[in-house]
């Protein structure tokens, strides 16, 4: 289906869930954040972080860290409330939260009660009105308790790590879960009220096949999720320590991948889902990132592909980034001095960039390629990346017409490499990213 250019696809590229990327995230005062904060408009989205799991796996990326003894989960939770009331008192007085989301980690390494109470503080602090809540959870610690804490909260969007149903997949790295347990899960955010479903799923994973790929979309399928991500798994053992307990012998190849990648969106695309960008797909009709990819409304930030319009995203918890028009802001990764941050009313953040104007152009190119495959691009910009550019367009991948640059049906799988052409701070001699397809 698609034509494979491995000189093209040779080059690690970032995910660019945001521009500039955390790669280039430095030293900044707070005093940034604070009048960020202070003089933010329009909506805003928060983004709640949650650095526990129950059980920690070997290829995960995220900031997190084992659950083990409740008083760590008490502690964080105690900086946590600090931080929301801190950074509450320094929003506009009308500024408005459309958005709850909650993230990790696994919030559901949470007790349900403390949950609960987390969104009462959420909701007094914030003066939220009938928000949009989303949840990421691990099925492993998925009950019936949390079900009822989902359903009295009111959350509508819920996504599930399932990853693959290969079991030698599931030990190759550190996931282990059967179906019934995904069944159950999903039959308990269903009955909460749960009307989108996502699950993650994973290519590229050690020793998989095509076969256990395929067979890994049809039993996601008949659990009906209305949207699926279908993630490139990124071995990256040098930036994720984990990740070295997985053998990389038994890694495909990137030609592999790059079959893997193509067989899973042709599934996908003629079972019934509609693709959102190169590797997210969702069921037409009801759901809203659908509906936001057929009328060219998709959005992306560090969640990935969205329907979400805000123009201020703020983050909460250790290593949460917000996200402002001119202004990227991480808080404390170590959750120690996270809690040491939060308790003298300061606010956490610590490392980021700030946006000019040629930054937010250049990441309004890139947002725009990777969300609706087509961007307007200036003289100036097109003279800048023309040779680089010329290998895509001679191969068919990308055309030019005018200011318009589109990435062509078979340049699908380039998206990323194409549109890292106008990313003025990467250096690929310097920077190691993760694998283009």
Known sequence: ????????????????????????????????????????????????????????????????????????????????????????????????????????????ALDPVDFIRLVDRLTVAFRLTDPVYSIELDPRTMSADWARAIA???????????????????????????????????????????????????????????ADLVDTLHRARVLGPDRIALFGYAHVPHVVPRQRAIDASGLPGQHERFEMAALGYTYLCTHGYVPVGFDHFA??????????????????????????????????????ISQFPHLLAQNEKNSGRYRMIASQN???????????????ERGAVIEKLLCAGRARVGADLQAGIAERLAPFVDRGLASLD?????????????????????????????????SAI
């Open 283 to 320: 069921r037409p009709g009801g759901d809203p990132l659908a509906r936001a990819a057929l009328a060219g409304r998709v959005r992306r930030n560090f969640q990935g592909f969205t329907d979400d319009a805000a123009p201020n995203l703020v983050g909460l918890g250790a290593s949460a």
């Open 152 to 210: 009295t909260v009111g959350i509508e969007r819920a996504s599930l790590g399932v990853q693959t149903f290969a079991a030698h997949c599931q030990r190759a790295i550190g996931r282990v879960q059967d179906e019934d347990t995904i069944v159950r899960a999903v039959d308990l955010l269903r009955g909460a009220g749960v009307a989108s479903l996502n699950f993650d799923l994973m290519y590229g994973l050690p020793r998989q096949t095509r």
């Open 346 to 360: 300061r606010v956490t953040a610590n490392r980021g960039i700030e946006r000019g104007p040629a930054d937010r």
């Open 1 to 108: 289906m698609w034509p494979y250019h491995p000189d093209l696809l040779a080059t690690p590229v970032p995910r660019y869930t945001s521009y500039p990327t955390a790669a280039e995230f430095a030293e900044i005062a707070p005093a940034l954040h604070e009048a960020a904060l202070e003089q933010a408009e329009g909506e805003i989205s928060l983004y709640v972080h949650i650095p526990f799991c129950e059980k920690i796996c070997h290829y995960c990326g995220c900031n997190t860290g084992a659950a083990g003894k409740r008083q760590r989960l008490d502690s964080y939770l105690a900086a946590l409330t600090l931080e929301i009331g801190s950074v509450a008192s320094r929003l506009p007085h009308d500024a408005i939260v459309r958005r709850v989301s909650f993230g990790g980690g696994s919030p559901n």
């Open 402 to 434: 005018g200011d318009w640059l589109s990435i062509t049906p078979e340049g699908l799988p380039y998206a990323r490499p194409i549109a890292a052409l106008f990313d003025a701070f990467r250096i690929a001699q310097t920077r190691r990213f993760s």
